[in-house]
């Protein structure tokens, strides 16, 4: 029995090597025995490890035929397939950074955010790569994840921020925080670092042809018609152009501009209507056929249609809609996008009873929070027997509740409230807004805007600093919000410290010099004040705003016939609640100087400045 049991033991060895174990048996002493089987296990282990080697030298292999198959795909456009490759690779390689990048690229031609994500991972994977951060940041900004970009951003390694690429993402990040004079100056540096690159040089011209400043609006033009020539960037540049002419009422260039908008390849409605309002400057009998001529062309097609219903409410032409769209059929005012901008015209016009039957019944898809809306703002305006109050207040709150707490809904729902002067209902929405990284520049400034006129200087400072928290380097929000701070006595050393930051950013913005003047004076430095101010072309120093501060200034220098022309200026305009005692001050230190006074020796300009040229908020 006990030997059945050895032989079972020993079965399985049996089995694989019975002609070797045998010769063992009869042959070989217990030494030698014991050599030729380490021998024998060292043979075995080699031929696994050959094994492993060539399944390792396969699985590469395999790696790299799906990673060029996947490749391939993604040229040809057949993005689906190519992902399927790319996600085959991961399964064998978790880490692999071409598969993630064949991901994102294939994701970021399709339009979907899932970029971010594939972006996101490879910066992971390679942190100190400069050009996977600015990927990242690149695809965070495009999906308007903007406190992501400006993570990727801050992440790129310092010796690479000189980069063009570098400066042109920092340019469009400014560009999603409200900061148009940081991106004018990423742009700028991105065009000095690669003067040659046709893009760099349309980015910044596009932006300088606004400027206030005419010799970086002449050279822009000169940038802008030469890349009319480069095919890439015609039409655009075309765009830009027209616009500038229309601005300046430069009506020769602009009609060329437009004919040679209109012969382009790329033109579209937009530029249709681009052109329209060049012409209507131009001549408003040459306008009227031409708007005729471009109405049967909108009518194909609902998104040109309503775009065509807007642009006539934005120029003065509500009236001429409400006429139009009497004529046309109810299949071609059936389309959400249509509907609005209906709606838009009636309530331009003030035609209540009108607006209340449009929204009054149907739906207009994703869209009906709109339609509730109009409804809600038609009931509220038509006064119906003391009743409309409380049908308002039940209309708007099914508004709120059919934008199912979508950021863009509720946008396009605070929009409408602002525009309606519904401020108790536009707080709350832009408030909500705000919470969104995409949206909250322009929740921010429309709270401003709401605080400061209603004079509720608490909000307006919790507002002013969210707004130099997400735009730290704009130098107008960092004045804006020091000069309140010292106004209201809140965070009085922070409020000195971001005075002289702001000036020390943009010396010659009025905003700035003034707001620096003021914290000198606060500091018992009001020479050093008034030096600064000295500096700034006077004309601008007669905006209401600015004279408030400059006849503080030189009362308390003793200047009285200068303190009393800015005070004549402040008095003149309409100046906020927490200006009106800095006038008061300036008055009594004019009150006390007058016993003995002293030349005036500080320049002032005859005429005052009917409009003010800055409004510090």
């Given at each position: 029995?006990?030997?059945k049991i050895k032989d079972a033991g020993h079965k399985g060895t049996v089995q694989f090597f019975p002609g070797l174990v045998l010769f063992f048996r009869r042959r070989l002493s217990p030494a030698r025995l014991a050599i030729l089987l380490a021998a024998s296990?060292?043979?075995?282990?080699?031929?696994?490890?050959?094994?492993?080697?060539?399944?390792?030298?396969?699985?590469?292999?395999?790696?790299?035929?799906?990673?060029?198959?996947?490749?391939?795909?993604?040229?040809?456009?057949?993005?689906?397939?190519?992902?399927?490759?790319?996600?085959?690779?991961?399964?064998?390689?978790?880490?692999?950074?071409?598969?993630?990048?064949?991901?994102?690229?294939?994701?970021?031609?399709?339009?979907?955010?899932?970029?971010?994500?594939?972006?996101?991972?490879?910066?992971?994977?390679?942190?100190?790569?400069?050009?996977?951060?600015?990927?990242?940041?690149?695809?965070?900004?495009?999906?308007?994840?903007?406190?992501?970009?400006?993570?990727?951003?801050?992440?790129?390694?310092?010796?690479?921020?000189?980069?063009?690429?570098?400066?042109?993402?920092?340019?469009?990040?400014?560009?999603?925080?409200?900061?148009?004079?940081?991106?004018?100056?990423?742009?700028?540096?991105?065009?000095?670092?690669?003067?040659?690159?046709?893009?760099?040089?349309?980015?910044?011209?596009?932006?300088?042809?606004?400027?206030?400043?005419?010799?970086?609006?002449?050279?822009?033009?000169?940038?802008?018609?030469?890349?009319?020539?480069?095919?890439?960037?015609?039409?655009?540049?075309?765009?830009?152009?027209?616009?500038?002419?229309?601005?300046?009422?430069?009506?020769?260039?602009?009609?060329?501009?437009?004919?040679?908008?209109?012969?382009?390849?790329?033109?579209?409605?937009?530029?249709?209507?681009l052109c329209l309002t060049f012409y209507r400057k131009l001549d408003e009998k040459k306008f009227r056929p031409l708007l005729e001529r471009v109405k049967p062309f909108a009518i194909r097609n609902p998104s040109d249609l309503a775009s065509l219903i807007n642009?006539?409410?934005?120029?003065?032409?509500?009236?001429?809609?409400?006429?139009?769209?009497?004529?046309?059929?109810?299949?071609?005012?059936?389309?959400?996008?249509?509907?609005?901008?209906?709606?838009?015209?009636?309530?331009?016009?003030?035609?209540?009873?009108?607006?209340?039957?449009?929204?009054?019944?149907?739906?207009?898809?994703?869209?009906?929070?709109?339609r509730i809306g109009y409804q809600a703002i038609a009931t509220r305006k038509s006064r119906n027997g003391g009743t409309e109050h409380t049908e308002f207040e039940k209309l708007w709150r099914s508004a709120e509740q059919a934008t199912n707490e979508q950021p863009?809904?509720?946008?396009?729902?605070?929009?409408?409230?602002?525009?309606?002067?519904?401020?108790?209902?536009?707080?709350?929405?832009?408030?909500?807004?705000?919470?969104?990284?995409?949206?909250?520049?322009?929740?921010?400034?429309?709270?401003?805007?709401?605080?400061?006129?209603?004079?509720?200087?608490?909000?307006?400072?919790?507002?002013?600093?969210?707004?130099?928290?997400?735009?730290?380097?704009?130098?107008?929000?960092?004045?804006?919000?020091?000069?309140?701070?010292?106004?209201?006595?809140?965070?009085?050393?922070?409020?000195?410290?971001?005075?002289?930051?702001?000036?020390?950013?943009?010396?010659?913005?009025?905003?700035?010099?003034?707001?620096?003047?003021?914290?000198?004076?606060?500091?018992?430095?009001?020479?050093?004040?008034?030096?600064?101010?000295?500096?700034?072309?006077?004309?601008?120093?007669?905006?209401?705003?600015?004279?408030?501060?400059?006849?503080?200034?030189?009362?308390?220098?003793?200047?009285?016939?200068?303190?009393?022309?800015?005070?004549?200026?402040?008095?003149?305009?309409?100046?906020?609640?927490?200006?009106?005692?800095?006038?008061?001050?300036?008055?009594?230190?004019?009150?006390?100087?007058?016993?003995?006074?002293?030349?005036?020796?500080?320049?002032?300009?005859?005429?005052?400045?009917?409009?003010?040229?800055?409004?510090?908020?």
């Open positions: 029995m006990s030997e296990a060292a043979i075995v282990l080699l031929g696994i490890a050959s094994l492993s080697y060539g399944s390792k030298l396969y699985r590469d292999w395999h790696e790299r035929r799906l990673l060029h198959r996947a490749a391939s795909l993604l040229q040809e456009e057949k993005f689906d397939q190519a992902a399927q490759n790319a996600r085959k690779v991961l399964t064998m390689d978790p880490n692999s950074v071409p598969a993630r990048y064949i991901l994102a690229e294939a994701a970021e031609r399709q339009n979907l955010e899932q970029a971010v994500l594939w972006r996101a991972q490879i910066a992971q994977l390679l942190p100190k790569d400069p050009d996977s951060q600015l990927n990242l940041a690149s695809a965070a900004l495009r999906f308007g994840q903007i406190d992501l970009a400006r993570k990727a951003l801050n992440d790129v390694l310092p010796n690479y921020r000189g980069s063009a690429a570098f400066h042109v993402v920092a340019g469009w990040l400014a560009r999603a925080e409200g900061n148009l004079a940081e991106q004018e100056e990423q742009f700028a540096a991105a065009v000095k670092e690669e003067p040659g690159n046709d893009l760099y040089q349309f980015n910044l011209a596009a932006l300088q042809i606004q400027s206030n400043d005419s010799e970086k609006t002449a050279k822009a033009r000169v940038a802008l018609d030469r890349l009319t020539k480069v095919a890439p960037f015609r039409t655009g540049a075309l765009r830009a152009l027209l616009n500038d002419a229309v601005a300046r009422n430069d009506l020769a260039a602009a009609d060329n501009f437009a004919q040679q908008l209109q012969m382009s390849q790329e033109v579209t409605f937009g530029d249709y209507l642009w006539m409410n934005d120029n003065g032409l509500a009236e001429d809609v409400v006429k139009w769209i009497d004529k046309l059929s109810k299949n071609e005012l059936s389309f959400p996008t249509v509907s609005i901008a209906i709606a838009a015209t009636y309530a331009n016009t003030k035609n209540w009873s009108r607006l209340r039957r449009w929204t009054g019944t149907g739906s207009w898809g994703d869209s009906d929070y709109l863009e809904r509720e946008l396009d729902l605070a929009r409408l409230a602002s525009k309606w002067n519904l401020e108790k209902e536009s707080e709350q929405l832009w408030l909500r807004v705000a919470k969104n990284p995409p949206m909250r520049r322009e929740a921010l400034d429309a709270l401003r805007r709401l605080y400061r006129t209603n004079d509720n200087l608490n909000e307006l400072y919790d507002t002013l600093q969210r707004l130099h928290e997400s735009s730290a380097t704009e130098a107008p929000i960092t004045a804006d919000l020091a000069r309140l701070g010292l106004n209201i006595e809140q965070n009085t050393k922070e409020s000195h410290d971001l005075a002289k930051e702001a000036y020390d950013r943009a010396p010659n913005e009025l905003n700035c010099a003034v707001t620096y003047a003021f914290s000198l004076y606060r500091l018992s430095q009001g020479a050093e004040g008034l030096g600064i101010i000295q500096k700034l072309p006077p004309d601008e120093l007669h905006d209401p705003h600015a004279a408030v501060y400059v006849a503080l200034l030189l009362a308390d220098a003793g200047q009285i016939e200068g303190a009393k022309e800015y005070i004549a200026a402040a008095d003149a305009g309409k100046i906020y609640v927490e200006e009106k005692k800095l006038i008061d001050e300036a008055k009594s230190k004019l009150a006390a100087a007058s016993a003995t006074p002293s030349p005036a020796v500080f320049p002032a300009p005859a005429e005052l400045s009917p409009t003010p040229t800055a409004s510090p908020h």
